[in-house]
């Protein structure tokens, strides 16, 4: 795009930015200012309830938003205005109020500076507050209103006069949203009461209702009702233009925990599942689907959430026609308010426990204070509820791959009893299939093996076939068994297995004990006559084919001198009936792919970190310990197997040739591990094609380069407080992936940076 145009766009995009419907939300964890210097800001989980603010980015040689450091003492609270954001201070309870350019008190009244709140509510130019302690047991007050005003050295405040009202200075008020012009606060006894210039245009009028929350646009109101979670509206819609089929109102009967608002829409989460619903012009196709949350706020055009599974910031367009990038910063934020006092029903304290952080006993500056959440009691498509909440713990959400009883059938949508039974025929008809190929297939060794091998005895030449068509037969041909194949064992480190042996611990190599397949053949799951339990390679015909007893012999005394902690080790084999069996350990927890792909339970950051530095330290074993070297050929995750202890161990380092090839094998080695860094990081494939690009390489180096390696990391795991040592695996990946080989580093270089990261425990 030349330069010319993209002046255009931007102006276009200022000028429709000056008739934006401004919204505003409750006050909570998470907030956003609007205008043309909208940004977020969140209250972080770390325990010290410090502040992050992030927004767009202001320089114009790239895109996306940016983490903005904002001198913002610890805040119990956050409430964004149009231009400004406000909150109240844990330690005093005072009133702070901040634009992008950083903390001022210019933006409070001297009179107000010295004054405690426990409410706080920022409008289009005014700014009310609730008096009081925030952490009193006390939950309303009296109110003050103040303007802010905009000047050429940007904003002041003052005290006000619109917003002054004989009415209301007597009115204990719980909860507080201020719009263009207004403000609205819950009473204490019930009921909503406005006041402002442009208050009458609302027609909130002799309202009874308690509400659980407010959210206001321009020139309307809306609340979630706290007996039934259902939303009531009032004000002018079509200046809002929020309104679904001529209503502000969602559907009917959905009930709500918390409301947000921006340019022409209205969101709130779900009282069941905690997910996402919104109304009025809104781009539904980009609300996140599969996660529920605890906290939202929206900008003009970007809404922000917390999700309740690991408190990650997830941000998306709110609108089709927003072209804002979205970059939220890396922090776990809290998943809501911290409040004297133990939760009320439907709620439960959140338990910092749960983040696996070994430092963080709390999420709340004071062990006292607690985080009381809203209770889901249904969960999102694909997953039910295994228990239900309790006075410490929201409800669990389960995978439904893993319902295995009646109580989940219904809510899973499991097939039917019919669809079982067709799913069990196919089943059965495919394992009938195989044995019918697989007897043929012996058949068809066995002809070739009295074709070209001799016999003892004195034979014509065969002409018939082996499946028993008519022809010129042997004769005086003796019932012969192959021969095993003659190999000279591992001294002392592999064990000789007869194949009776092998087909006991295996169930006679059922289908049932099977572990994986591959180009080589089949993978078992065996329990020897002593009780070990090993996996076994059997390899299939094509391979036997085109292996010869020389060649496995040669591959028999390759895998018996490789013995490391970080690689699946030979335990034996067996060479009888024509079969190859190898015996090697048996790795109980499966691959690395099973668990960043195949539904298997989830790895955290310290334990990817550890995998990524165990298999490089197999790796870097095969390539410089080893004479002569051994380059793998094949490393992928699937070839990366772990052990009891979670142990990484390398895998399915097969035939292996020794000849000029091997030092650029051992950069391809480097490569395809620079892949399983980013499939570690990311939790996407190495290739996939129901994403754009396909490659992992395609898509994760450009946005490495540009410095948005945040923008790969992997959201469905709980980030770690410091997020720094992923930014530098993200980092070590690109250079292992370059095209170049000579620009790759060596296997050892590599695990030498894993091994630092790991030593300096960076990853907490």
């Not at 950069?667 to 570690?680: A, H, K, M, P, Q």
């Amino acid at each position: 795009m030349n330069n010319h145009n993209h002046k255009l766009i931007s102006l276009l995009l200022f000028l429709s930015s000056l008739s934006f419907t401004y919204g505003f939300g409750s006050m909570g964890p998470i907030s956003a200012v609007f205008g043309q210097s909208s940004f977020f800001c969140a209250i972080d989980a770390s325990g010290k309830q410090e502040v992050i603010c992030w927004g767009k980015n202001t320089d114009n040689s790239s895109s996306g938003s940016s983490v903005f450091a904002i001198d913002v003492p610890p805040m119990a609270a956050l409430n964004g205005g149009y231009e400004f954001m406000c909150g109240i201070l844990v330690n005093t309870s005072y009133a702070s109020c901040w634009n992008s350019m950083g903390h001022t008190f210019d933006l409070v009244p001297q009179v107000y500076q010295s004054t405690s709140y426990s409410y706080i509510s920022s409008g289009k130019d005014h700014v009310c507050a609730i008096r009081g302690s925030y952490y009193s047991e006390s939950d309303s007050g009296s109110v003050d209103c103040w303007d802010i005003v905009a000047a050429s050295t940007g904003f002041t405040s003052k005290q006000s006069g619109l917003y002054y009202s004989q009415e209301i200075s007597s009115v204990s008020f719980k909860k507080l949203v201020s719009g263009d012009g207004f403000s609205c606060g819950t009473v204490q006894d019930g009921g909503i009461k406005c006041w402002g210039p442009n208050a009458s245009n609302l027609g909130v009028l002799n309202v009874p209702d308690r509400f659980l929350a407010l959210a206001s646009g321009k020139s309307s109101i809306c609340g979630v009702l706290e007996s039934s979670g259902e939303i009531k509206c009032w004000g002018d819609s079509d200046s809002d233009s929020c309104s679904g089929s001529g209503s502000l109102n969602p559907a009917v009967g959905t009930s709500f925990v918390a409301l947000a608002t921006g340019d022409q829409h209205y969101c709130g989460i779900r009282r069941d599942d905690h997910g996402i619903e919104c109304w009025g012009k809104v781009n539904s196709s980009s609300i996140p689907k599969d996660s529920g949350f605890l906290s939202i706020a929206s900008s003009d055009s970007i809404m922000c959430g917390i999700r309740e599974d690991d408190l990650v910031l997830d941000c998306w367009l709110a609108n089709a026609t927003s072209q804002s990038d979205i970059d939220p910063p890396l922090q776990l934020c809290s998943p809501g308010l911290c409040s004297p006092g133990s939760c009320g029903p439907g709620k439960f304290a959140f338990n910092a426990s749960l983040l696996h952080e070994p430092d963080l006993t709390s999420l709340c500056v004071r062990k006292d204070l607690s985080i009381c959440s809203p209770c889901g009691f249904n969960c999102s498509s694909g997953f039910f509820p295994s228990s239900s909440c309790t006075q410490n713990a929201d409800r669990v959400c389960t995978a439904c791959s893993l319902c295995q009883n009646s109580s989940c059938w219904e809510v899973c949508k499991l097939k039917s009893h019919q669809h079982q039974d067709l799913h069990q025929l196919r089943r059965l008809i495919i394992i009938i299939g195989s044995s019918v190929l697989g007897f043929l297939l012996i058949l068809i060794l066995l002809c070739i093996s009295l074709r070209f091998f001799p016999t003892k005895g004195k034979t014509k030449k065969q002409f018939s076939s082996c499946i028993g068509k008519p022809g010129e037969k042997e004769t005086d041909a003796p019932d012969v068994i192959p021969s095993a194949v003659s190999v000279a064992p591992c001294p002392g480190l592999a064990q000789v297995f007869r194949l009776s042996e092998l087909k006991d611990a295996t169930n006679g190599f059922k289908e049932f004990n099977e572990l994986g397949r591959g180009s080589y053949g089949f993978v078992y799951k065996a329990v020897l006559a002593d009780g070990r339990q090993v996996a076994v390679k059997r390899a299939n015909a094509a391979t036997i084919i085109h292996t010869n007893s020389r060649e496995f012999e040669m591959e028999l005394e390759i895998l018996c001198s490789v013995r490391h902690s970080n690689v699946v080790n030979l335990l034996g084999y067996c060479a009888e009936m024509g079969e190859r069996l190898l015996v090697y350990e048996l790795m109980s927890h499966g691959t690395l792919h099973d668990h960043l792909h195949g539904g298997f339970s989830p790895l955290n950051w310290p334990l990817r970190l550890r995998i990524a530095m165990q298999a490089a330290k197999g790796l870097e074993f095969l390539h410089t310990e080893m004479n002569p070297p051994i380059a793998h050929r094949d490393v992928k995750s699937s070839n990366i197997l772990l052990d009891g202890d979670w142990g990484a161990r390398i895998s399915d380092f097969g035939l292996l040739r020794n000849d000029g090839d091997v030092i650029l094998d051992m950069r391809d080695d480097v490569y395809n591990f620079g892949i399983v860094l980013l499939e570690l990081l990311s939790g996407r494939k190495a290739n996939d094609r129901d994403c754009t690009p396909s490659s992992i390489v395609e898509w994760a180096v450009p946005l490495i380069k540009q410095g948005k390696a945040a923008a790969i990391i992997d959201r469905c795991v709980g980030l770690p407080r410091v997020v720094v040592p992923l930014l530098k695996l993200a980092d070590m990946a690109e250079v292992a992936v370059r095209e170049n080989p000579c620009e790759r580093p060596s296997m050892g270089e590599v695990e030498m940076f894993l091994e630092q990261l790991v030593k300096e425990g960076l990853i907490l």
